[in-house]
């Protein structure tokens, strides 16, 4: 099992950059894929963003792609999320998600989830 806690949220003006990441312990990340994931109010979970066990292969959801980078470091059991070229429409709670078996794209295919962070993008 392991434990998921992000940071690096906050308030950022549209067209700004911030990245989050997220910090695991317990069973080590490198067994795991990990994705990040998305919720705005009133709105479904959203696939963001998911990397492979060794960082081989990424993916994006369209709506982030050639703006989010994903990206990990095994050694230091950190998962990172650099979004550049925000926009409002990117406000939500953001969320770290890992899966032993591939690539989550789907909430529910994740094994466990962080707590969130929020992501505030101001116009």
């Known amino acids: 099992q392991v434990q998921l806690v992000e940071s690096g949220g906050g308030l950022v003006q549209a067209g700004g950059s911030l990245r989050l990441s997220c910090g695991a312990s317990?069973?080590?990340?490198?067994?795991?894929?990990m994705s990040w994931f998305r919720q705005a109010p009133e709105q479904e979970r959203e696939f963001v963003a998911g990397?492979?066990?060794?960082?081989?292969?990424?993916v994006y959801g369209d709506s982030v792609k050639g703006r989010f980078t994903i990206s990990r470091d095994n050694a230091k059991n950190t998962l990172y999320l650099q979004m550049n070229s925000l926009k409002p429409e990117d406000t939500a709670v953001y969320y770290c998600?890992?899966?032993?078996?591939?690539?989550?794209?789907?909430?529910?295919?994740?094994?466990?989830w962080g707590q969130g962070t929020q992501v505030t993008v101001s116009s």
């Open positions: 998600a890992a899966r032993s078996l591939g690539i989550a794209t789907m909430s529910g295919l994740v094994n466990y």
């Open positions: 317990g069973r080590t990340m490198n067994y795991y894929a």
């Open positions: 990397i492979s066990r060794v960082g081989s292969s990424t």
